[in-house]
């Protein structure tokens, strides 16, 4: 390791146990950096306006009694590609290992005891990809502005820290350092608090942020997931790819799939495009249970995984091992090549799904499947539901039970809807509310409770043809409850079958035909989800057994959708 001598400017290099205490900077780049060659020509290094931050770090840790500091921009010589693949897999160990780090503000000019506060937040330091691990791997970080006044430790500012990074409180303490020892114990492991964030938490982190060169974004995370890999620069976003596979290599965390869609759709990979996919991914855990861990392999550009699978209408929702918070399993959608047999992800739902409490994932027969590893550059994987994607502002996703021979979703053989057109059978989706009020048509009951009904979004009636020939009506819908000055989305449903008659329900389809009494009923199990709730248990015509998720969830372009899960009782209830 290369230190410089704070008393006398010098490098000097240490190996192994050998390495004295040492302070280290942390800081983001200018124009002017000095570099190692610099270093060596006093002519050249004193016209570089990143000299003065360089002696600025030694005189702050001469002052707190430090022989020593560390500075990445000279202490690393960049012209050696050996050397820079080694700094950088072996960076997040030498900012841990220091016995302290200064964090040096340079868009700060001084600190202001009553109004730093906002231009603390507003830091570029908060912005960059690299000073991620540099925030997180040490035990100590004292903050400095840019004339080296003190503005505050990492525990003194942990609020304002988190507000400007988004990374939780539980992982920004620390420990008191009270070693004495004036040598560093690289035989000593610490385990960092930011390894027990989950996968999908840690990336959270760094979508926030930005770095100079793209394959950076993936190589300033190596510490924080522990682990190491060659630096391939030029290579670009596959970086970011390389990444997630060396993770799958040592973590059967399944948060790592948690991540959402951008508004693109060639991103078929099980694996996320870019850091950003995850800016929403922070709440995703992955579950402790005592299963057999998924087993992955990757061969020829494909993603060999084992995991449970629902059967959609013609698409399927992979469960993964995570959760949302305490909620209980989440999945993704996928889609299967009919030629290959190959999975992707699909284009919609284009974010992690929270499935039926009946999903348990330690009970599920897995698949094997193969997925791309890279995503699609071809216009031919675009999706054909894109259009459905943007014109639903609440909706179902539906799905049959588990994927396989013995799939209720082999006894559905048709959807229709009133009003029409209203089921995509390419992503599984029941549009309950259109996206524009003014394809709100249809029957003159949906009008009219669209017009007046106070909490009221949608209701679409659905009209499944079972297996041999049974025809079955329940209808969807979706209110509105006022929740602590927040309007909260509540789907229900109502089995038809028993509650009205046949002639009462083809009314319904066209025209407002039901008597008064009757209609006054329907008006209210539109509305009210308990009393649809009440006509659902005493019910005992229907064939249709309906399972509804707990919470609902919100796709990447604002439309609410909720998992059903559809089953066939063996007879009448």
Not at 319 to 330: H, I, K
Not at 480 to 495: A, G, M, V
Request: glycine share 4%; with cysteine.
């Amino acid at each position: 390791m290369r230190l410089i001598n704070t008393h006398t400017r010098a490098f000097e290099e240490f190996y192994g146990s050998k390495v004295p205490k040492y302070a280290i900077l942390s800081h983001t780049w200018g124009q002017e950096e000095v570099t190692f060659l610099d270093w060596a020509d006093p002519t050249t290094v004193m016209q570089k306006s990143g000299f003065i931050k360089i002696i600025g770090a030694c005189e702050q840790a001469r002052n707190d009694d430090y022989s020593y500091i560390w500075v990445d921009t000279n202490c690393i010589d960049k012209s050696s590609s050996a050397e820079l693949t080694e700094a950088i897999n072996s960076m997040f160990a030498w900012y841990s290992k220091a016995d302290i780090c200064y964090a040096y503000l340079s868009d700060v000019p001084t600190f202001k005891p009553l109004s730093y506060a906002k231009e603390f937040r507003q830091s570029r330091w908060f912005r960059r990809g690299w000073t991620l691990q540099e925030l997180l791997a040490p035990d100590r970080v004292v903050f400095y502005a840019a004339d080296w006044s003190r503005i505050g430790t990492r525990s003194t500012l942990v609020r304002h820290i988190a507000e400007a990074t988004g990374i939780g409180i539980t992982y920004l303490s620390s420990a008191p350092n009270t070693a004495t020892a004036t040598q560093v114990d690289w035989s000593e492991v610490r385990s960092p608090l930011c390894h027990k964030a989950s996968i999908a938490e840690r990336m959270s982190w760094l979508s926030r942020r930005e770095t100079t060169r793209i394959e950076d974004m993936a190589y300033c995370m190596l510490g924080i997931f522990g682990i190491n890999m060659p630096l391939v620069y030029g290579e670009g976003p596959r970086a970011f790819l390389r990444l997630q596979e060396e993770i799958l290599k040592t973590s059967d965390d399944h948060s790592l799939f948690c991540w959402s869609w951008a508004m693109s759709n060639n991103q078929i990979s099980l694996l996320a495009p870019r850091p950003h996919s995850f800016l929403e991914a922070s709440p995703y855990r992955p579950n402790q249970l005592s299963v057999r861990p998924s087993t992955y392999a990757i061969a020829n550009s494909r993603l060999s995984i084992r995991l449970p699978l629902i059967q959609c209408w013609s698409s399927y929702i992979a469960v993964l091992n995570a959760r949302l918070g305490g909620l209980p399993y989440v999945g993704i959608a996928l889609r299967k090549d009919a030629l290959t047999s190959v999975f992707s992800r699909a284009s919609y739902p284009d974010v992690p799904i929270p499935l039926v409490s009946s999903i348990h994932y330690p009970h599920l027969p897995p698949t094997d499947m193969f997925t791309p590893v890279r995503h699609a550059d071809s216009e031919s994987t675009r999706s054909p539901s894109l259009t459905n994607r943007t014109q639903c502002k609440a909706g179902a996703l539906l799905s049959f039970g588990l994927a396989g021979r013995s799939s209720a979703r082999s006894k559905f053989i048709e959807i229709k809807t009133f009003p029409p057109n209203r089921f995509s059978q390419v992503d599984s989706i029941l549009v309950i509310c259109p996206a524009d009020y003014c394809q709100v048509l249809g029957p003159n009951w949906l009008q009219r409770m669209t017009r007046t009904a106070a909490g009221f979004i949608g209701a679409t009636i659905v009209e499944f043809t079972i297996s041999p020939g049974m025809k079955e009506m329940i209808l969807f819908a979706v209110t509105t409850q006022n929740k602590d000055s927040y309007l909260i989305p509540q789907w229900h449903y109502c089995e038809l079958a028993g509650f009205l008659s046949e002639s009462e329900i083809n009314g319904l389809r066209i025209e407002n035909a039901l008597p008064l009494e009757a209609f006054q009923t329907f008006e209210k199990i539109l509305c009210d989800p308990e009393y649809a709730t009440k006509i659902n248990d005493s019910n005992l015509e229907g064939r249709v057994s309906v399972e509804q998720a707990r919470y609902g969830f919100t796709t990447t372009n604002a439309s609410m959708l909720m998992h059903f899960e559809l089953s066939l009782y063996e007879t009448a209830k």
